[in-house]
């Protein structure tokens, strides 16, 4: 009976992980064409401060629409778009609508935050990777100081010698750098603290269990008094509930980021979000 059990689970556990085969191998073949047909659009989440609640930043975060309108979320295709090497050119038309986001929002004077790239192992290990966002900033006319450059603890643990290279010279080009999800990876601290960052995300897994879990309020505020004590801003990512939110904002961090805020929209409904946000802040403050 046992065995029967088993048999028939490892039916379905193999019939999934063809579907899921065939499912990558569909993306595979999508990926090109959809970047063809400009079919990579930019969400922006807001990014707040916690101490004048005002808005600091927005994180790009792509989302692929197909033609008939369903979204397709970065888990799905990222994976995938960087194991066949799409994701650079991706990541370029990324930053490129960024760009002209960023434009069109200093047109409107209401460009007073920075806006949040991520960027790839794949696309950081690119020789062509800086001198190509030098020329989409010329070509889009904006100035790299509006941006950040979010690159996870695992991409930058690397190479040592050559990533603290690229990084001066992507902060020497104007851009911050930030550490994306900061917590889960198995940087050694030492390296860390050689790496010009300017600033450090607490990673989601944290922030979602500062209610309820012991550990999870330690390693937070560990993270948080080290960056303070270096002088690395931090922001805190995923911030859902007030009670996270008080939480973080009584460790001292300086940002957060979170459903709590908004979730990711498109530029028109962040707009309607921006405004809606100044209004009720200068409601409190009378
Ligand atoms: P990430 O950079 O850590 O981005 C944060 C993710 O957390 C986003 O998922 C965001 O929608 C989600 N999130 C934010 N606040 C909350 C919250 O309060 N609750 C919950 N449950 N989730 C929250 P998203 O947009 O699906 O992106 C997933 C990942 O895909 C990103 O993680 C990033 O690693 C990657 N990604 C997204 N856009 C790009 C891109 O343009 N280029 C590259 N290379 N990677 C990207
Ligand atoms: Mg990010
Ligand atoms: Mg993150
Ligand atoms: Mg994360």
Redesign the pocket.
Known sequence: MAKHTTGISFMYYSEDMARAAEQRLEITKDLHPALARNE?E??Y?PQVDLTTNKLTGV?????WIKSDGTII???HF?PV??STGV?ID??KQ?FRKSCRQAREWREKGMLNFKIA????V??FSDPDFVPSLKQILREEEVESSYFEL?I?ESTLMNEVESTIKLLEELNDVGFAISI??FGTGYSSLNYLLRLPIQRL?V??SF??NVEHDEKARTISGLIVSMANNLGIMTIA????TEGQLEFIRNLGCKDA????YS??VNCTEFEKWYKEFKKQGEKHEG
Do not use: C, H, W
Request: hydrophobic content about 35%; proline content about 5%.
């Open positions: 990579f930019v969400y989440q994180e790009s975060l792509v989302r979320r970065p888990d990222i778009a960087e994701i991706i990541g990324v790239i991520n960027v790839s794949r696309q979010e996870t994306d999800d995300k990673d989601r922030v979602m990512e995923g911030i859902e980021q979170g459903f709590y979730k990711p």
